[in-house]
């Protein structure tokens, strides 16, 4: 039978809370066993910006950050279950946390009508 605490485990809620400095929240989804999702690790994405710094302290889940609003899109997973966490700031230290949805990062793109 399965154990309860592994079906608790997957639907566990998100710990973590909008303007949260992204190195703490990261720390807390971690503990809560969510797993970094390495987005480029074929080496062939060309970093720009904020992406470079993320990269250099070791945060290999950002997939994209936006030049003009230093909007980043990190991605985890935790079982079948992924994360995507949306966070924003100039410097690593000071990026807040602004949202997060169960969303896949290899999920089709909408198709345009």
């Known amino acids: 039978a399965a154990s309860p605490l592994l079906a608790l485990a997957s639907d566990a809620p998100v710990r973590i809370h909008e303007g949260q400095f992204f190195v703490a ?3 807390v989804l971690l503990k809560d066993r ?3 999702i390495p987005m480029h690790p074929d080496g062939g994405y060309q970093y720009e910006g904020v992406e ?3 990269i250099k302290r070791g ?5 994209s950050c936006s030049i003009d ?3 980043c899109i990190m991605f985890y997973k935790m079982g079948a279950r992924c994360l995507r966490l949306d966070i924003i ?3 690593v230290a000071t990026m807040k946390v602004v949202q997060w949805s169960d969303e896949c990062p290899d999920a089709p793109p909408p198709k345009a009508e």
């Open 69 to 71: 609003s230093s909007r």
């Open 34 to 36: 969510w797993r970094p």
């Open 52 to 54: 470079k710094h993320l």
């Open 89 to 91: 700031g100039e410097q």
């Open 25 to 27: 929240a990261r720390k």
């Open 59 to 63: 945060f290999n889940e950002v997939d």
